[in-house]
């Protein structure tokens, strides 16, 4: 029966969590967590799909607005870092089950909004003032799953399966991009052949009401997982972690009984002293009201204690780490994702654009509708073969690659240093991105287009495979339970930062020009990508560290009374074992995050400094002892035999004894 350290309630909490029996309640936690971040990624990305919808529908000249996807977009990744900031905050503060859930509840609310946006009579109101406000709320909703999602489901972990239940929950990502693209199809589909939309229709009369249709229920239906995860949140309790960093142990041992075998339930090793506590925790309010601090009191308070924090044991190298690798990380993954209508166009252009009969001077173009044709190979394109098309190339060159992806670093992210493997992809990202961006010049505009697509490709494949994945969960294991929602917003608002940043580049510097001119523009992104993708590798290197063990560490055999004794299979599983790095608690990591663990800059380069000159010191004490022992054996020409005995046996004395009794039985 495991029983609580006094002195380490967390640990205590931490062993129960890590009882077998507790498994099947944390696949309810990963069900609830992962259908909330189903949500985010299909409302994130379903962008994609609707906007040439809403510039067909409504005409931009007649809004006032340059280009509806950037406002879509710059609203909604403003709205998700505010998010994150604040409900990471308040679940430190308040308790993640104190705001879990209110998050889908805005989620809900605003997907409705938007759903109901419109210009109004006769256009007396900015539609897309309104789908901006909408979007910028629903962003505060999406944002905030990022750090809940990811505290529940660390926190409910057991130590053996926290890796495996992040990497699930982040699954959900690729999970909702690809059912955006695929929804957004079979709708389209649905809709049109319901309504009578011919594929080769023309007349925006006949076309925009259909249309209209078909963006309201895109958006709209990711309101039904939200609502999904919101009922199925109540059946999860408080996270054992902050109940017992507040020291409210009797509620912990509570909230754990509610999902444990009451006989394998915590026990306290002083109830005294434990009641005492919980009663000092659970005054009446009238008496904590008269003595509660102001709100700026204690958020100052608050503040005083992070600086502390940070500032132990280089806990700052940790979090900057984190931030900096995921704000460089989304300036890749979302500057060829997020606003992608256009960046999928360009990379599938095989051949030059013909000549239009659309007028292309600006303003006309604006006025005549034709701005949601972000296909320049196809400038007389219908809307309804637009969106189809969009759908089509986004499945074939996103989810193709970030799926597998997903699905792979699930399986392997036991076997793999999580910190370590992090940095090698952003080596192979750099890699990647020199060899996408300088064949891109020869391959743009002719049917070698392929060699583009094949590699925009396996980008997404390792994005997930790495950097992607573990930005996601690191913050969610790296911190102590009482800071670990806050930084984990810091993190995450950090990537939104990133993807702002590339989002008004690419809008205002890329996607302008003539084909020659945005040719170079975008090569000249890509290949902008490779120096900043290394720079994550050397951040991931000497800042963050590892959250596991080394392989083989405390290797225990395990009996499990219902397997065979079948010896090949007790072989394999033992192997299977060693091959896997051990996580490491939550609370050893909260305390010494880089134990044993070299961190910061000047002492990784001087370790590189000092391997390099151990390297070349045997080499040359070799080439030294080469030439000792080679003017050693001219003299030994004139030396009798006995002599020549004892330098021999002299030698084999560096050796083992086996060494020393096979030369005498020799000589």
Not at 33 to 56: K, R
Not at 76 to 102: C, E, S
Not at 152 to 157: D, G, H, L, Q, V
Not at 323 to 342: E, H, Q, S
Request: with cysteine.
């Amino acid at each position: 029966m495991p029983r609580n350290d006094p002195h380490d309630p967390e640990k205590a909490v931490q062993s129960v969590i890590d009882h077998p029996g507790l498994d099947g309640f944390q696949w309810k936690v990963w069900w609830v967590a992962a259908s909330g971040f189903f949500t985010t990624s299909y409302s994130i990305f379903a962008v994609n799909v609707i906007s040439p919808s809403l510039s067909y529908v409504y005409p931009e000249c007649a809004h006032g607005w340059s280009t509806n996807s950037l406002v879509i977009n710059l609203t909604t990744l403003m709205g998700t870092m505010i998010g994150m900031l604040i409900f990471g905050h308040l679940a430190d503060r308040y308790g993640r089950k104190a705001v879990y859930g209110l998050e889908l509840s805005i989620v809900v609310f605003a997907t409705v909004g938007m759903t109901t946006a419109s210009s109004g009579h006769m256009n007396s109101m900015n539609v897309y003032g309104w789908i901006g406000f909408w979007r910028a709320l629903l962003g505060i909703g999406l944002g905030a799953e990022y750090p809940l999602s990811a505290l529940i489901a660390s926190e409910w972990s057991s130590t053996k399966s926290r890796g495996k239940m992040l990497a699930a929950v982040f699954l959900m990502q690729s999970t909702g991009q690809l059912a955006a693209y695929a929804l957004g199809l079979a709708i389209l589909n649905g809709v049109s052949n319901n309504l009578g939309l011919s594929h080769a229709e023309t007349d925006w009369n006949v076309a925009s009401p259909i249309i209209d249709i078909v963006w309201r229920t895109t958006i709209g239906i990711g309101a039904i997982p939200a609502l999904i995860s919101l009922s199925l949140r109540r059946i999860i309790p408080e996270t054992p972690h902050y109940l017992a960093e507040q020291g409210k142990m009797v509620d912990a041992v509570e909230a754990v009984g509610h999902v444990y075998p009451l006989d394998a339930i915590l026990q306290t090793t002083d109830e005294n002293n434990l009641v005492a506590h919980q009663h000092s925790l659970e005054q009446p309010m009238s008496n904590f009201k008269s003595r509660r601090k102001s709100e700026w009191s204690s958020t100052a308070e608050y503040l005083r204690g992070v600086k502390d924090h940070l500032a132990e044991k280089g806990r700052w190298r940790a979090l900057l780490g984190v931030m900096t690798t995921w704000w460089i990380l989304d300036l890749a993954y979302y500057g060829l994702g997020l606003d992608n209508p256009k960046t999928i166009s360009t990379i599938w252009l095989s051949k030059t654009p013909p000549i239009s009969n659309i007028s292309t001077i600006p303003e006309e173009m604006v006025c005549n509708n034709a701005t949601w044709r972000s296909d320049p190979a196809q400038p007389d394109i219908t809307i309804y073969e637009m969106l189809r098309q969009d759908s089509i190339r986004n499945i074939v060159t996103i989810s193709s690659g970030a799926l597998p992806g997903s699905i792979i670093i699930l399986f392997a992210i036991d076997y793999l240093p999580r910190t370590t493997w992090m940095g090698w992809m952003f080596v192979a990202l750099a890699g990647l991105f020199a060899i996408n961006g300088g064949t891109f010049f020869v391959t743009f505009e002719t049917d070698q287009h392929a060699l583009t697509v094949t590699l925009y490709v396996l980008a997404q494949v390792i994005f997930n495979l790495g950097p992607n994945t573990m930005t996601f969960m690191l913050p969610a294991e790296l911190f102590a339970t009482k800071y670990r929602g806050t930084f984990y917003g810091l993190a995450a608002a950090s990537g939104k930062l990133g993807a702002i940043t590339i989002l008004i580049i690419t809008n205002l510097a890329v996607y302008n020009g003539g084909s020659t001119v945005y040719s170079h523009k975008f090569a000249a992104m890509l290949l902008g990508f490779c120096p900043a993708m290394l720079l994550g590798a050397f951040i991931t290197w000497v800042w963050i560290p590892e959250v596991q063990y080394p392989r083989g560490h405390d290797i225990k055999p395990e009996r499990n009374d219902n397997a065979s004794d079948n010896g090949l299979e007790r072989e394999n599983y033992t192997f299977r074992r060693k091959l896997k790095l051990p996580n490491r608690p939550l609370a050893d990591i909260a305390k010494n995050p880089g134990d044993g663990q070299i961190l910061g800059m000047r002492r990784n380069i001087a370790r590189l400094f000092r391997a390099k000159q151990n390297r070349v010191a045997p080499d040359t004490e070799r080439r030294r002892s080469a030439g000792t022992m080679q003017r050693a054996e001219s003299m030994d020409q004139s030396v009798a035999y006995h002599d020549h005995q004892d330098v021999v046996l002299e030698e084999a004395d560096v050796s083992d004894g086996l060494e020393m009794r096979h030369m005498h039985h020799t000589w």
